[in-house]
């Protein structure tokens, strides 16, 4: 039995855990500061505990922070890390449990642009959605990370302190991790955590109808609704959860809610030749999409094994911006990043990327 991490918990959950240890209260508020805004990976270096204090508490407890085990450099800048997990085994997916726990890889990635530094986050080993232009999903699914995972994934890494914004649309749907992502967005949002103002993180969903609604009452980031398709029958055929919550309850979902102020909703769309880049799908999407004040960012597919579609040629994807545009809609073409170090939109795949990269 390992020790029990403290990094994501909050200073109300530290004191009761300094208490506990027959410590004075205020020092939950202290290793709240160490962890959150000195960002210290041990009870070492926090110097204004006592040694008898440190030493308590790291019979049962540790900070939990893990390190990347691995970096990849993009010629763009773009850096890949990859960290490894251990996920409690989920019975469901493993009718015969031989361990307890689940040793995964997760990736997170750092894309330099300009003035910024987005850090594009993974809150699951795998996925359980099974998207089939996915490498992610092709993985199946290996567990949900802890929101000390999450959290390893910004404090851990060389640019740490000059992240100015997150996505959290790496690995992973994190609205089937809810608890432990609300939990990361807390710590990185509240005055004793990192204190970043929620317009700096953007969370990415396929629509998990039941805690959207939670997100969308609860929390005041950005979000991203991968839509790819504006027909039903096209879009369940390329993503199993249509079925479950149709994009139409999402949109009546999104109606409620007012997107014209500080939050923000975009929708992305990975243009995929001859099957969603016609000018019926952008004239279908223009339709589906009216009354909602909304980005569309056209993504370009990264051709992965054993999948038929290749990504829409650049003058489509322009075709395709451009009927938006003139529908009132804001389009933009996403340019692609970190594509030689396999960092780029649909391939994390926990691994280093041999062999699961095609030329188009
Ligand atoms: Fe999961 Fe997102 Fe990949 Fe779909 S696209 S399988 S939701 S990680």
Redesign the pocket.
């Given at each position: 039995m390992g020790k029990i991490k403290l990094l994501g918990k909050t200073p109300a959950q530290l004191k009761e855990i300094a208490q506990s240890c027959g410590l004075p209260s205020y020092t939950g508020a202290q290793i709240a500061q160490w962890m959150y805004k000195k960002k210290v990976r041990s009870f070492e270096e926090m110097t204004n505990l006592s040694k008898a204090a440190r030493e308590t508490l790291s019979q049962t407890y540790e900070v939990g922070a893990t390190s990347p085990e691995e970096v990849f450099t993009s010629a763009d800048g773009t850096r890949k890390y990859l960290f490894p997990v251990r996920c409690p085994v989920n019975p469901s997916t493993h009718p015969v449990i031989l361990s307890e726990v689940e040793e995964s890889v997760v990736e997170a990635v750092m894309i330099p642009d300009r003035d910024r530094a987005t850090l594009c986050v993974s809150s699951q080993a795998g996925?359980k959605?099974?998207?089939h232009f996915?490498m992610?999903?092709r993985q199946g699914f290996h567990g949900n990370l802890s929101v000390a995972d999450i959290l390893s994934q910004f404090i851990t890494i060389d640019e740490s302190d000059a992240l100015t914004n997150a996505v959290f649309m790496g690995?992973?749907?994190p609205l089937d991790n809810f608890d432990s992502v609300m939990a990361a967005i807390e710590v990185l949002t509240a005055d004793w955590g990192f204190a970043w103002s929620p317009k700096r993180i953007t969370l990415s969903s396929?629509g998990v109808l039941p805690r959207l609604k939670e997100f969308l009452d609860g929390c005041k980031c950005h979000l991203a609704i991968?839509l790819h398709n504006p027909f039903p029958d096209e879009r369940e055929s390329m993503m199993p959860v249509q079925k479950a919550f149709p994009l139409a309850k999402v949109l009546e979902l999104l109606r409620q809610y007012d997107f014209s102020g500080q939050r923000r909703v975009s929708f992305e769309y990975t243009m995929f030749a001859g099957f969603n880049d016609d000018k019926r799908h952008a004239d279908a999407l223009v339709r589906l999409l009216r009354g909602i004040p909304c980005r569309v960012n056209l993504i370009r597919f990264h051709k992965i094994p054993d999948f038929p579609y290749g990504t829409s040629p650049a003058p489509v994807m322009e075709m395709f911006r451009d009927r938006l545009e003139a529908s009132g809609i804001t389009c933009t073409i996403r340019a692609s990043r970190g594509e030689d170090i396999f960092a780029a939109c649909g391939l994390l795949a926990g691994k280093h990327g041999e062999n699961i990269f095609y030329d188009n």
């Open positions: 996925c959605m099974g998207c996915c992610t999903g690995m992973g749907e396929i991968s």
